[in-house]
């Protein structure tokens, strides 16, 4: 049946068969927007949760944008953007006030090419798997994959965003881990995200991308020490974050910017959330576990893992969105 029970990592096409599912059952609620396709074909399917666009008042609403599955391997992350979207639309009534003053953009899988290859073949791949070895330098690529079989595939979604691109903890190497790509959104992913986003910049206040693992808040900037104008505002409204998400079950997160936390990377989605969509309040989320198991987080704790981050998401999109 359309169940997400969130007992297991479900593939691609169950997903998107469960989205279909909610935009049937809930029409007056879920509109399916397609904004792209993947290299490898896959349709990027965003839900957009709305009681309508304006306000009572005749407003234009304020709208926030949710997306999951960048890094492949990152299972937790599709999973809880999932359980977001159920609680969203499945328990309108307990989570009205937020659905209500706000239009939700939910993208649950980014990558779906890199998702499914972690599923298929390679549990720790983290990259999409475009192959730009052909695309850009054919006769390169013909005598290099002459000697060597398969050229690398992938490039980080993470890395390829055009805000200080290629500057810092990025590689120009196709065959790393963190290869940012021959040139900004060469991605057909990074790209589709992004003319969406530019599309309706002005109205999204709140910017969360979701992220395993080490539990962790991370505000922009991720390319540099430096700190943003609003700092103190982004550090405030991450803290409230992690405190509503600590009450569920105890589970510890930091606040803070990826340089001093983890370490300094460039052309990274929150960056470019802030730096070019000018969105304030554009986070990075890591979500569980603390390294124990990584990214190899047992399905047993997707509940428990959604349940928390909702937490947290309610209580930021109630400070930002639900205001007046
Ligand atoms: O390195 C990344 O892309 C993120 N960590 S992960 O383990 N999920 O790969 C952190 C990105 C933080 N944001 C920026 N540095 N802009
Ligand atoms: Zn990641």
Redesign the pocket.
């Known amino acids: 049946g359309h169940e997400m029970t969130f007992k297991r990592y479900h593939r691609y096409s169950d997903m998107l068969h469960y989205l279909e599912y909610l935009s049937i059952k809930y029409p007056e609620l879920v509109e399916m927007i397609t904004i792209g396709k993947s290299s490898l074909g896959q349709p990027l399917k965003v839900v957009k949760v709305s009681t309508g666009q304006r306000t009572k008042k005749g407003e234009i609403k304020p709208a926030v944008w949710i997306d999951g599955g960048t890094?492949a391997r990152?299972w937790i992350s599709p999973a809880v953007v999932m359980y977001t979207l159920k609680q969203l639309v499945e328990n309108f009534k307990i989570n009205r006030k937020i659905v209500e003053g706000a239009d939700w953009y939910i993208l649950p899988v980014s990558n779906p090419d890199g998702y499914e290859y972690s599923h298929s073949t390679d549990r720790f791949w983290r990259k999409t798997r475009s192959n730009h070895e052909i695309e850009d330098e054919k006769q390169s690529r013909t005598l290099s994959s002459f000697f060597w079989g398969e050229t690398c595939r992938g490039v980080d979604m993470?890395r390829n965003w055009n805000f200080h691109w290629g500057e810092v903890g990025a590689s120009d190497d196709p065959c790393q881990e963190t290869y940012a790509g021959p040139r900004p959104f060469s991605e057909p992913e990074t790209r589709a995200i992004s003319d969406f986003i530019m599309d309706r910049k002005d109205r999204i206040k709140l910017y969360l991308t979701m992220?395993?693992y080490s539990q962790m808040w991370?505000i922009?900037w991720?390319?540099t020490n430096k700190k943003t104008g609003d700092y103190d505002d982004l550090m405030s409204m991450g803290r409230k974050a992690v405190d509503a998400l600590n009450r569920v079950s105890g589970t510890q997160y930091q606040v803070g910017h990826?340089p001093s936390l983890?370490y300094?990377?460039s052309g990274?989605a929150?960056?470019w959330a802030k730096g070019v969509a000018g969105i304030k309040y554009a986070y990075?989320v890591?979500l569980r576990d603390d390294g124990t198991y990584g990214f190899l987080l047992p399905a047993s704790q997707i509940v428990a893992t959604g349940k928390e981050t909702f937490a947290a998401i309610k209580a930021v999109a109630r400070a930002i969105v639900c205001k007046n």
Do not use: I, Q, V, W
Request: glycine content about 12%; charged content about 20%.
């Open positions: 890094h990152e993470n992220h395993a991370l922009p991720g390319y990826s983890l300094p990377t990274g929150d960056d990075t890591e």
